[in-house]
């Protein structure tokens, strides 16, 4: 079993900064892929950013320049720092693990910008 446990969520205004951080256990197999979504209301759940066990990662174009994702590989905790944040990044930000066709989701983090 895998269980990954998202927090650092809140409300924050716009142009402000916040650090989300999501907590892996289990069995969590390496080399892998940790991934950051986030899902707005009404809307499909979007891939915000990749890191790979080497430190190889991606953006969405969205919130590049913006957001950084990172990890702890000893921890099994993988970080998204998120800056200039804008009114249209309020959504659930969840965290991912995937191995052998089965998807792997945390409860998720509200994150929630006031213009």
């Known amino acids: 079993q895998v269980q990954l446990v998202e927090s650092g969520g809140g409300l924050v205004q716009a142009g402000g900064s916040l650090r989300l951080s999501c907590v892996a256990s289990?069995?969590?197999?390496?080399?892998?892929?940790m991934r950051w979504y986030r899902q707005a209301p009404g809307k499909q759940r979007d891939l915000v950013a990749l890191?790979?066990?080497?430190?190889?990662?991606n953006y969405a174009d969205s919130v590049k320049d913006r957001f950084t994702i990172s990890r702890d590989n000893a921890k099994n905790i993988v970080y998204l720092q998120m800056n200039s944040l804008k009114p249209e990044d309020t959504a659930v930000y969840y965290c991912?693990?995937?191995?052998?066709?089965?998807?792997?989701w945390g409860q998720g983090t509200q994150v929630t910008v006031s213009s």
């Open positions: 991912n693990y995937w191995r052998l066709a089965i998807d792997y």
């Open positions: 289990g069995s969590i197999f390496s080399p892998n892929v």
């Open positions: 890191i790979s066990s080497g430190g190889t990662t």
